[in-house]
T-cell receptor, first 114, second 116 residues
Framework: AQTVTQSQPEMSVQEAETVTLSCTYD???????LFWYKQPPSRQMILVIRQEAYKQQNATENRFSVNFQKAAKSFSLKISDSQLGDAAMYFC???????????FGKGTRLSVIA | AAGVIQSPRHLIKEKRETATLKCYPIPRHDTVYWYQQGPGQDPQFLISFYEKMQSDKGSIPDRFSAQQFSDYHSELNMSSLELGDSALYFC???????????????FGSGTRLTVV
């Protein structure tokens, strides 16, 4: 079974600084997709960024970027120029190309200090 | 753009009561997924439906049942409610034919169920 591990239950960052959230996963599949979701206090689940396993280039969305290391099965999220609105739970998630459901990690709670 | 609609947003039930949660997927989406997220927990997959048939089953208690209707909306029925069922219940949808799931689910805002 596929598993997603987030080893940092909580992280904090100063406003305008950079923070990296870690995620590792375990799979025997060769074709899959990885995601970072943000869940603010409103509890809405918001997609932040997506990475296709067959692409070597790391995905970037504005201040959010990933470091995807396929061989190491690592998928970290870097948030640059952190803002107060970035404070939230961040979940790493995995899905294969089949119809199997999205699998989430335990989440990392990010605090942004003004 | 239309999103996934869940109702009700909040629900308070007593122990041993029954609750029904509804999910209306994005138009033309044929697959619905249900997740349960307890306080401070990650979302746990419960069950999914594709074209009105159950397609995958996760850690859904036997007291819960679900179905997808001809208009693709889905209902999660929860009976003999327990205090531990208090959680946020998310629904998400995708278009299996177009493989939209690989672009990331679109989640509804969730139903917050409180069992007292």
């Amino acid at each position: 079974a596929q598993t997603v591990t987030q080893s940092q239950p909580e992280m904090s960052v100063q406003e305008a600084e950079t923070v990296t959230l870690s995620c590792t996963y375990d799979t025997s599949e060769s074709d899959y997709y990885l995601f970072w979701y943000k869940q603010p206090p409103s509890r809405q689940m918001i997609l932040v960024i997506r990475q296709e396993a067959y692409k070597q280039q790391n995905a970037t969305e504005n201040r959010f970027s990933v470091n995807f290391q396929k061989a190491a099965k690592s998928f970290s999220l870097k948030i640059s120029d952190s803002q107060l609105g970035d404070a939230a739970m961040y979940f790493c998630a995995y899905i294969t190309t089949g119809n199997t459901p999205l699998v989430f990690g335990k989440g990392t709670r990010l605090s942004v200090i003004a | 753009a239309a999103g996934v609609i869940q109702s009700p947003r909040h629900l308070i039930k007593e122990k041993r009561e029954t609750a029904t949660l509804k999910c209306y997927p994005i138009p033309r989406h044929d697959t619905v997924y249900w997740y349960q997220q307890g306080p401070g927990q990650d979302p746990q997959f419960l069950i999914s439906f594709y074209e009105k048939m159950q397609s995958d089953k996760g850690s859904i208690p036997d007291r819960f049942s679900a179905q997808q209707f001809s208009d693709y909306h889905s209902e999660l029925n929860m009976s003999s409610l327990e205090l531990g069922d208090s959680a946020l219940y998310f629904c998400a949808s995708s278009d299996t034919g177009a493989r939209t799931a690989v672009y990331g689910y679109t989640f509804g805002s969730g139903t917050r169920l409180t069992v007292v």
